[in-house]
């Protein structure tokens, strides 16, 4: 009985400090700009299902494709599992559903194997990050946090899968010793191997058990709270990511209507534009840009798909899609935080342009979307850069000199060039 | 197009030339052969001459929407009033430009990339690769442009029109919708590069030459100078040649 109050306990506590974390995060997206993406709800839910659901954009490269699979399909599928857990901790019972039978040792089984596929794969992620040495786990925004973030992961992944496996052998030892009320339920394909490794008193058998149990629970409990803290929440905003994605040609940029209106009463003196309310063109914090860059940033899973094709970063520029999607996620995240302690509409003299990205960076860009198309779940780092270089064009008249002149000379002669309006026409007369 | 208009006609298509290949030495030849193949397969095409304008790409790219907008309601009033329906571009810059940002500021017209125009003919029959200089069993490799592939994902037009040479196409290792920006984009081609360890082109090059090619071939005036310099820059001038696809058309035809 102590037990199931303890679990009740701890569950509860751990729902609530998730959902407390969770709807801050939700906050913080929404201090971000209305944008409209609502439309074509079909299509909408049929890019979620291929990218996210069916992770089509991984399979670019095979290797990680196939790891990351085994770890997916692994969580979705064991976390079955789970609720029978949570049944047996609630009500003190002891595998709840051994009543399916032969559906249920197949469950428990296939469970086993896929748990075993995690852990592989988890260790095998852990070589790739922390031996292998590969470029793209490196990086200026690659500092101790986010190295340590993704270590985490996959050793929390790591020792949930061992405990399960280890429970299991367990359990299916004290099944053997005919212990209490260990009834004969489940098979056991991979954890079977680890029973000769086992103690052979059923007393030392029920408190390894238990212990893995618990530690199973309630580490699921505590890598749930951990979710909000981490690139790691990607594997809930995936889904919305996707969903919310931009479904226009990738070259087509927003036309800013607030710019339209002036330029029509510029053309036509006439045109009377509808009130608007005056805001800042572009974007110099977090906050001007719209709710869909900032779920991208909490989404973002700093895999370094985008900074791997950049071709800025390849030619060794400081610009790094990866970082623009880090700097926005700290920064919305720290706005959210100046919230919490001091109200809305505190100043802290801070923004995302400069204090976080800087000008280097955004000129930097050739606007390719090679970053675009390599996210897997369709984050868009490009559409960051233009809001920022946006403000500084439109607000500050702050760009190159050279990017200056190019707009000086459309203005003059109606090309990016200083050539003659009258010369256009020359190229016929040439052979 | 103004002849034209007084003269009471309408073309069937308007060629829509752009700043790069109005101006720029090397893809005036660009646009003199698209010019010729138009010609040569008889369809009635039209240009706005001195009353074409920059699109205001590269502007909107820098971030300079008002310029942009200035510039992109301008060009549609003149296209409106001429009642065009249909553009060729000769650059995928425009193209995308005209074809996916101006609707929404009231210029819809039916574009298409010079590249398409091409695969269009030939997939109609109007132009094959006969009668001028031969590029059987040559190696070629196309750099795709960013805007006309990853912006639009048109990745087979341009592939097509080589297709028929029977020449033997060698794909880079970063090709399609992972192809490498000539470094061009983003009004890059108006400024020098931030500091780094290489420039963007001369990445392309490299790579571009691990493939042996014969000729290099581009569907972009930027791309043109960008992989043209590289070219230069690896003294493999004499070796490789940087060539548009209309050029390729244009020479295998005999125009």
Known sequence: MVSQIIFLILTLAAIALFTVNFRKIIRNIRLGKDVNRNDQPTKRFITMMRVAFGQSKMIVRPIPAILHFFVYAGFVIINIEVLEIMIDGLFGTHRVFHGLGGLYDFLIGSFEVLAFTVLLACVIFFIRRNILNMKRFKGVEMTAWPKSDANYILIIEILLMSAFLIMNAADAKLQTLGAGHYITAGSFPVSQFLIPLLPNTENALIILERSCWWFHIAGILAFLNYLPYSKHFHILFAFPNTYYSN?????????????????????????????????????????????????????????????SVCPANITGKLLSPRKIMMDTRDRITEVGKNIDKHGVGHDDGKALLDDYISREEIWACTSCNACVEACPVNIDPLQIIMELRRFAVMEESQAPASINAMMGNIENNQAPWKYSPADRFNWAEGN | MAELMAAGEEPEILFWVGCAGSYDERAQKITRDICKILHHVGIKYAVLGTEESCTGDPAKRAGNEFLFQMQAMTNIEVLNAYNIKKIVTGCPHCFNTIKNEYPGLGGSYDVIHHTQLIQDLINDGKLKAEGGESFKGRKITYHDPCYLGRANGIYEAPRKALEVLDAELVEMKRCKSNGLCCGAGGAQMFKEPEKGNKDINVERIDEALQTNPQVIAAGCPFCMTMLSDGVKLKDKEQEVKVLDIAEITARANGL
């Open chain 1, 247 to 307: 479904l226009e040609p990738k070259g087509e940029f927003t036309n800013m209507a607030s710019v339209t209106n002036e330029v029509k009463a510029m053309l036509d003196p006439s045109f009377v534009p509808a009130e608007t309310e005056p805001g800042k063109f572009g974007a110099k914090d977090a906050t001007d840009l719209s709710w869909v860059n900032l779920m991208n940033a909490y989404t973002c899973t700093e895999c370094g798909r985008c900074t």
